[in-house]
């Protein structure tokens, strides 16, 4: 398996302001981590992926501008939730994937973000 | 792009009786088929995964079977324990933009009365 970190675990904040959620791996050096959201009861969806060192490719209907991604290093990730409003409230989580040649994701412990 | 169908979306069992959960995927191209395991307000942990060139995996009192002809699989969970209560979604894997993406199904809320 692999040990998947996410900070923080819950956040409040209010509309309008941004947001960064941290996705770390402890125990692999991850090539590509995927960013997901969960809404209540639902399944998860999606977001965008990244590799280290190039720009996220994000899916359709997720405005880049808005959920700015970082993949920094082969072991840290970031989103950002800019100009936050409360429907972004949502559940996010993180996968990581030791390399693309496999297909094995690894999922982080998640954020709940709620905007008021 | 892929497309999982799960079913049932709730199912309840009695502690000691087994579990199916079925499900359909619709590109003949995913040859990665996940189960994950949640439970509330924590992250999916992967519980077994299966390739397509294998019909049958098992561990412990979890299985998963593969149908590539009929594109569905199946997790098997057996001598249900109320710690198995959680919501299980089944993922089929495509290789898009590079990258391996999972689509999941909706998910199937277990819970295993005492």
């Known amino acids: 398996g692999a040990v998947v970190s996410q900070h923080p675990s819950r956040v409040i904040c209010k509309s309008g302001t941004s947001v960064k959620i941290e996705c770390r791996s402890l125990?692999?050096?991850?090539?590509?981590m995927f960013w997901y959201r969960q809404f209540p009861k639902q399944s998860l969806m999606l977001m965008a992926t990244?590799?280290?060192?190039?720009?996220?490719?994000?899916e359709q209907g997720v405005e880049k501008d808005k959920f700015l991604i970082n993949h920094a290093s082969l072991t840290l990730s970031t989103l950002t939730v800019t100009s936050a409003h409360p429907e972004d409230s949502s559940f996010y989580i993180c996968?990581?994937?030791?390399?693309?040649?496999?297909?094995?994701?690894?999922f982080g412990p998640g954020t709940r973000l709620t905007v008021l | 792009g892929e497309n999982v169908e799960q079913h049932p979306s709730t199912l309840s069992v009695q502690e000691g009786d087994s579990a199916v959960i079925k499900c359909t995927y619709s590109?003949?191209?995913?040859?990665?088929f996940p189960w994950y395991k949640q439970e509330l307000g924590k992250g999916p942990q992967l519980i077994i995964d299966?390739?397509?060139?294998?019909g049958e995996k098992k561990d412990q009192r979890i299985a998963v079977t593969l149908n590539k002809t009929a594109k569905h699989f199946s997790l098997h969970i057996t001598e249900t324990q109320p710690e198995d209560s959680a919501v299980y979604f089944c993922?089929?894997?495509?290789?898009?933009?590079?990258?391996?993406?999972?689509?999941f199904g909706k998910g199937t809320k277990l819970s295993v009365i005492p």
């Open positions: 299966i390739r397509s060139n294998v």
């Open positions: 590109d003949s191209a995913s040859n990665y």
């Open positions: 996968s990581l994937a030791r390399d693309t040649s496999t297909d094995t994701q690894y």
């Open positions: 990244s590799n280290e060192g190039s720009k996220a490719t994000y």
């Open positions: 993922a089929a894997s495509w290789s898009g933009a590079g990258s391996y993406q999972l689509t």
């Open positions: 125990d692999f050096q991850a090539t590509t």
